[in-house]
């Protein structure tokens, strides 16, 4: 039987140029992501998520950094656990922490001998994602001005100067 040839994919090099890569062996692959993106939408606990798949916190940082799709799919699993700490939170609600009688056939809810509704609260009004999953963060994301829009701003504030040097003067 023959060896198994690594997958490649392609990526910028250094200077932007485009190369063909070997997948690293211990580096993210389809099935490490996988684990991750279930475990954090079960559990919105992006540590745990990372141990459970054999990664590090930082690793997935850098990969969410650098690959969008992946970063659209952590996104979405942040949703989701959202989602199901919302529906925790409204459960505790209905049943205001007491075991509750279930019928045949219906789903039994979770036990919420440990939920702790405050905390909940605390981190469902904190970490709502929006639309860009920046903005919430870090406020609207940088924009690099134009090399015409920088010469008028310097122009602008030259001519501030010089007025007010001259109100100076004056007065």
């Not at 997958?7 to 910028?12: C, L, T």
């Not at 979770?110 to 639309?131: C, G, H, I, T």
Request: proline letters at 5%.
């Amino acid at each position: 039987m023959a060896a198994k040839k690594p997958e490649k994919f392609y990526s910028r090099g250094k200077k932007g140029r485009v190369q063909r890569r070997k997948v690293r062996k211990d580096g993210w692959s389809a099935r490490r992501r996988e684990i991750f993106l279930d475990h954090y939408a079960a559990t919105g606990n992006a540590s745990e998520s990372c141990r459970a798949a054999g990664m590090s916190e930082g690793a997935a940082s850098r990969l969410r950094r650098r690959d969008p799709e992946f970063a659209a799919q952590y996104d979405a699993a942040h949703a989701a656990a959202l989602i199901r700490l919302e529906g925790l939170v409204a459960q505790y609600a209905e049943t205001k922490g007491r075991i509750v009688a279930v019928e045949p056939g219906e789903v039994p809810p979770v036990d919420m001998a440990n939920f702790d509704p405050e905390l909940a609260l605390k981190v469902l009004s904190r970490r709502r994602p929006s639309s860009s999953g920046f903005a919430d963060r870090c406020g609207a994301r940088p924009r690099r001005a134009s090399k015409p829009e920088l010469v008028a701003s310097i122009r602008r504030l030259v001519a501030v100067v010089k007025k007010r040097r001259a109100r100076s003067a004056a007065g």
